[in-house]
């Protein structure tokens, strides 16, 4: 409950949440660690994932953005296939299922009823489930075979921000046990590049007065604003974009930098924002040529690149870590931008309005 939790020196819990990742990235690898460092994880969960033919992943708004990096880290490192699903869109539009599925269900709160709803469904035909939330004893955790816990500490802010790298994390840790059981090579180590994660989000989260002055310059009278990014950047993109609509009421827009030119790349005008992602080498080029087609149209473009990607004039720089988890780096300035977006133009930035935090109702 937000009155027994204390914002201490920081204006809003969003901002405190924020800052807080690279202790909860530590808590999790601490939790998930066993005496030889290896993965600690039951082996009811890594029998259930061995069996699966086919994953599943159910969520809603910020966690179906994990699930979207989830089912990348999930089919790249342990080969299994995965689909990712908006749960309310599920049982109205179901796939056809494999032999034997597993569903994975990614909730914050554990209390998102489109994701029961789907729950119910699935146990209903026999299915089994594994949750990943951040509230161990929720519905979504107690009507599931199986629970992970994100281990974030409560989440109070409407805008989900430590949740969300919490569940890729947990995800990556989970892909990386599954490959192992099946006997896959494996020279990523989740707990090791975590901690590296950890670091590199510290030095995004001290860079607070840049961020807030590509918000002002970029955000401060537009009504409109557009991310765009190729590959898993792409889904880092929908995140961010969500974030800044929830916050700021900005109209946002996450985009596949190739699919622009099929239609939206109509509405750019004269200063649109277009915030670029290019933390990945292989479509670097790619993305690049994206952001020169909107900025010859006059859109102002703020590049996020890495020190492998960076080309002369990118406004930010991120820390290196493992390609597998870039997306919870990449989305640290993301946050902060739409934090201080959202300060300027005087918005009840934890409390968003027509929102909830956790929405109980389908
Ligand atoms: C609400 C919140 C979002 C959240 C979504 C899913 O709409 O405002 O921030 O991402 O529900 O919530 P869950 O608790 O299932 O992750």
Redesign the pocket.
Known sequence: DASDIEKGTYPHYMLKEIDEQPYVMRNIISKYQDENDQIKLDDDIRQAMQEADRIYII???????AGLVGKQLIEKIAEVPVETHI?SEFLYNMPLLSENPLFI????????A??RGVLVNVKQIGHRALTI???PGST?SREADYTLHTYAGPEIA???TK??TA?MAVLAILAVDTARASGLEMEFNPLQELAIVANAMEALTDKKEELEKVAREYLSVSRSCFFIGRAEDYFVCLEGA?KLK?ISYIQAEGFAGGELKHGTIALIEEGTPVVGLATQPHVNLNIRGNLQEVEARGASTCIISTDETYQEGDQIVLPRVHDYLTPLVSVIPMQLISYYAALHRDCDVDKPRN?????TVE
């Open positions: 969520a809603a708004g910020t966690s179906y953005h749960a269900f990614i909730s914050q709160s554990g209390e998102t489109d994701s939330t951040n509230v979504l409407v805008a989900s949740a969300y569940q969500l929830e929102l909830a935090k956790s929405v």
